[in-house]
């Protein structure tokens, strides 16, 4: 078992009721594994409705959903270990290889290897046709917040077959970044997608991805950003601080109120969009736009309701 605390690849059977059986291979630090021992643990308590399980399969490209009382038995190759924290408490808290964050979710491995090389590649291509970035606000706040943001962006991205792809992919993992952002579930409507290049110097000073005062940004949900960079990581910095609170920029007091989340390849991150977050400063010694800290990310809205 490694207990360096890095993601392992994990084979995982599963048994249902009927005897139907999936087999699939995920992180170490995937929420599959969270889901699936919690499922297990509560079993039939009639004191805990069911919930839904959403297993991948076929590389996340399928995805089996069941009823967490249909799971009669599961099998992990390397053993995972959990610790039941409550054991009188239907759905208990399992630790399963790594603690789980309320104020964000972080999801290994989110595209499999031939995606994540295949990604690059198409980042690499499409150099010429990065732009420079811009903020979404108000008249008043473009008054209060100039040199507010400094990167690259491509926003050709959603014409393409990624769009799909990362749209499949978290629709798989919504009910379960929903349950730990502790957000009512919702129907994805409108999905947003973009890419961004930072590189030397680039920054996104502290902001919130929602506003109800633009109209743009009023049913944003759910923020996600997916890291994309070539190996061995050719820069430093760049880590996402998520605040609990309104970042007061003169003093930035109480440091225990920040959550750094640092950028590693194929690891996306998933967190409220009203929250206030920031880019922190990066550096890339040498400059190159094939060294910078790639992310794809945007923004889920909930589907409008029906006339």
């Given at each position: 078992?490694?207990?360096?605390?890095?993601?392992?690849?994990?084979?995982?059977?599963?048994?249902?009721?009927?005897?139907?059986?999936?087999?699939?291979?995920?992180?170490?630090?995937?929420?599959?594994?969270?889901?699936?021992?919690?499922?297990?643990?509560?079993?039939?308590?009639?004191?805990?409705?069911?919930?839904?399980?959403?297993?991948?399969?076929d590389g996340g490209r399928v995805a089996c959903s069941f009823l967490s009382s249909s799971l009669i038995s599961l099998q992990t190759k390397p053993p995972v270990l959990i610790q039941v924290q409550n054991?009188?408490?239907?759905?208990?808290?399992?630790?399963?290889?790594?603690?789980?964050?309320?104020?964000?979710?972080?999801?290994?491995?989110?595209?499999?290897?031939?995606?994540?090389?295949?990604?690059?590649?198409?980042?690499?291509?499409?150099?010429?046709?990065?732009?420079?970035?811009?903020?979404?606000?108000?008249?008043?706040?473009?008054?209060?917040?100039?040199?507010?943001?400094?990167?690259?962006?491509?926003?050709?991205?959603?014409?393409?077959?990624?769009?799909?792809?990362?749209?499949?992919?978290?629709?798989?993992?919504?009910?379960?970044?929903?349950?730990?952002?502790?957000?009512?579930?919702?129907?994805?409507?409108?999905?947003?997608?973009?890419?961004?290049?930072?590189?030397?110097?680039?920054?996104?000073?502290?902001?919130?991805?929602?506003?109800?005062?633009?109209?743009?940004?009023?049913?944003?949900?759910?923020?996600?950003?997916?890291?994309?960079?070539?190996?061995p990581v050719p820069f430093t910095g760049g880590g996402l601080l998520l605040y609990r609170h309104w970042p007061d920029p003169s003093s930035y007091q109480n440091v225990k109120s920040v959550t750094t989340?640092?950028?590693?390849?194929?690891?996306?991150?998933?967190?409220?969009?009203?929250?206030?977050?920031?880019?922190?400063?990066?550096?890339?010694?040498?400059?190159?736009?094939?060294?910078?800290?790639?992310?794809?990310?945007?923004?889920?809205?909930?589907?409008?309701?029906a006339a």
């Amino acid at each position: 078992m490694n207990t360096t605390g890095e993601a392992q690849r994990v084979e995982v059977e599963i048994v249902l009721q009927g005897g139907l059986r999936h087999v699939s291979v995920v992180p170490s630090t995937s929420p599959i594994l969270h889901d699936l021992y919690v499922a297990l643990a509560q079993g039939n308590n009639p004191q805990q409705p069911p919930f839904v399980v959403q297993f991948p399969l076929d590389g996340g490209r399928v995805a089996c959903s069941f009823l967490s009382s249909s799971l009669i038995s599961l099998q992990t190759k390397p053993p995972v270990l959990i610790q039941v924290q409550n054991s009188q408490v239907a759905g208990a808290a399992l630790a399963a290889i790594a603690p789980v964050e309320k104020d964000h979710v972080l999801i290994a491995d989110f595209l499999t290897p031939g995606e994540n090389q295949a990604l690059l590649e198409y980042v690499l291509e499409n150099e010429r046709n990065f732009e420079t970035s811009a903020v979404v606000e108000t008249d008043e706040d473009k008054k209060k917040r100039r040199n507010h943001r400094r990167s690259k962006v491509l926003f050709q991205i959603k014409t393409s077959k990624w769009l799909n792809v990362f749209q499949s992919r978290l629709k798989l993992y919504l009910p379960h970044i929903q349950s730990i952002l502790n957000i009512a579930p919702f129907r994805l409507g409108n999905f947003e997608i973009q890419l961004t290049a930072s590189n030397d110097g680039d920054y996104f000073k502290a902001h919130a991805d929602h506003s109800p005062e633009a109209e743009r940004l009023a049913t944003r949900k759910i923020t996600y950003v997916y890291y994309l960079s070539r190996e061995p990581v050719p820069f430093t910095g760049g880590g996402l601080l998520l605040y609990r609170h309104w970042p007061d920029p003169s003093s930035y007091q109480n440091v225990k109120s920040v959550t750094t989340v640092t950028p590693r390849n194929n690891c996306l991150v998933a967190f409220a969009s009203n929250r206030w977050h920031e880019l922190d400063l990066v550096r890339c010694p040498s400059g190159k736009f094939a060294d910078s800290r790639f992310t794809v990310n945007g923004w889920l809205h909930p589907a409008k309701p029906a006339a």
